[in-house]
């Protein structure tokens, strides 16, 4: 058996005010600061923008300690056998290692293979240097096949000019 209880219309909209339902009505401020994305809240904006200044700092040390950092392992293994040959007074492979360096190290710069190194690019992108470094390659070439054999401060002269060009490519 069903038992129907008829109810007065007050009586149900005070039931339904009490379950939580209510007509529609205007959202106060405060809910409507809810509605806003995460996005453009304040808390949201303070942590990106801080993470924002903790990536470009970053980012600046390292590219400035890259650039003070020196030379690279590469360069220093080379310089250190250069240092080797040349305190030996081997000038045959003194000139293969600082002409393979060179080679490889003008052509990491300038984004070319090493066989493309030639001695119109040598004065075209390095001047008088150019010159110089062709001299080192002639005489790379002469010891290679003559047995030419250097003295003590021409080794000297040639690890400088050497050094500030293997240098030049890690900066």
């Known amino acids: 058996m069903l038992l129907t209880i008829a109810a007065s219309p007050d009586a149900v909209a005070r039931s339904l005010d009490t379950k939580g339902l209510r007509p529609d009505h205007p959202q106060t401020r405060a809910e409507m600061d809810e509605l806003r994305p995460l996005y453009f809240r304040e808390q949201f904006l303070a942590v990106s923008s801080v993470l924002a200044l903790l990536l470009a ?8 300690r890259g650039a003070m950092g020196g030379v690279s392992k590469a360069t220093e293994r080379v310089l250190r056998q250069l240092d080797a040959a040349a305190r030996a007074g081997e ?7 600082a002409q393979h360096a060179l080679l490889e190290a003008f052509a990491r710069r300038w984004r070319i293979a090493p066989d493309k190194v030639t001695s119109v690019e040598l004065q075209a992108r390095l001047g008088s240097t150019g010159e110089e470094i062709e001299r080192l390659f002639a005489l790379a070439d002469e010891t290679r096949y003559s047995g030419y054999e250097m003295a003590a401060a021409d080794f000297q002269s040639w690890m400088v000019l050497i050094r500030s060009q293997l240098t030049r490519v890690d900066n």
């Open 57 to 64: 700092g970053s980012w600046f040390g390292v590219r400035r």
């Open 91 to 97: 000038s045959a492979s003194f000139f293969e290692i």
